[in-house]
C-alpha cells in the first residue's frame, strides 16, 4: 500500500496567516491526489482532487499544488473557519490511503 | 439536497456480525463509485471498501478483505456494509461517501454521509 505522510502533524497560527501543508507519497502518485478539511464531529468535506483543481464552492483561499511525490495545501489568508485537520488521499491505486493529518490550531 | 445518511451502527462482541446501510437521497446511486470510509476514536481517515458505479468491482482494504462485503440496492438507492468476524479494531465511525464523478472511477470523495458508529466490545 502506498503510504502517505503529512507535515507538520499539527501547528499553530493566525488568522490572516498564509499556511502550507506538505504530504508526501511513498512512490509516485501522478497528480492523484485530493484534500479533506475535516472538523470534530463532523464528516470530512472536500477540498480538491487531482492535486490542483479546486471543488466548487471552496473559497479560492485554498490551492493545491504538487505532482509525484511531494504535494502540498496551501490557504492564503487563513480564517477563523479554517481551523481544523486536514488529510491528504492519494488515488492512484487500490487501497486508496489516508495521510495521518495535519491540525490546524489557532495561535 | 444531495445526502448520505447512515444507520445500522451499534455495540456489538467480538466475532459477531453487523450490516450497515446508506441511504441516498437527491441523486441516483447507481451512477456513482461509492465508498465506505471509517474513522477510530481520535484517530485519521482509513478508507474501508468501494463498489464501482457500474457494480464491475469492489475493492477492499487489506485489514477488511474477507470479512466485510460491500453491495447496493439501485431499487432501494441504499448502499450497504455486511461486516462479519468483528475485531475490537474495527471500532469506529464508519462514513459511506460518493465518488466526485458520475460514470467514471475517481475515487476522490465528494459527499459525506454523517457517519454511524460500531463498537466492538465484549
Known amino acids: ?107 | 439536497q444531495v445526502q448520505l445518511v447512515e444507520s445500522g451502527g451499534g455495540v456489538v462482541q467480538p466475532g459477531r456480525s453487523l450490516k450497515l446501510s446508506c441511504a441516498a437521497s437527491g441523486f441516483t446511486l447507481s451512477g456513482y463509485g461509492m465508498h465506505w470510509v471509517r474513522q477510530a476514536p481520535g484517530k485519521g481517515l482509513d478508507w474501508v471498501a468501494v463498489i464501482w458505479y457500474d457494480g464491475s468491482n469492489k475493492y477492499y482494504a487489506d485489514s477488511v478483505k474477507g470479512r466485510f462485503t460491500i453491495s447496493r440496492d439501485n431499487s432501494k438507492n441504499t448502499l450497504y456494509l455486511q461486516m462479519d468476524s468483528l475485531r475490537a479494531e474495527d471500532t469506529a465511525v464508519y462514513y459511506c461517501a460518493r465518488d466526485v464523478f458520475m460514470g467514471r472511477m475517481v475515487d476522490a470523495f465528494d459527499i459525506w454521509g454523517q457517519g454511524t458508529m460500531v463498537t466492538v466490545s465484549s
Open chain 1, 1 to 107: 500500500a502506498i503510504r502517505m505522510t503529512q507535515s507538520p502533524s499539527s501547528f499553530s497560527a493566525s488568522i490572516g496567516d498564509r499556511v502550507t501543508i506538505t504530504c508526501r507519497a511513498s512512490q509516485g502518485i501522478s497528480s492523484y491526489l485530493a484534500w479533506y478539511q475535516q472538523k470534530p464531529g463532523k464528516a470530512p468535506k472536500f477540498l480538491i482532487y487531482a492535486a490542483s483543481t479546486l471543488q466548487s464552492g471552496v473559497p479560492s483561499r485554498f490551492s493545491g499544488s504538487g505532482s509525484g511525490t511531494d504535494f502540498t495545501l496551501t490557504i492564503s489568508c487563513l480564517q477563523s473557519e479554517d481551523f481544523a485537520t486536514y488529510y491528504c488521499q492519494q488515488y492512484y491505486n487500490y487501497p486508496r490511503t489516508f495521510g495521518q493529518g495535519t491540525k490546524v490550531e489557532i495561535k
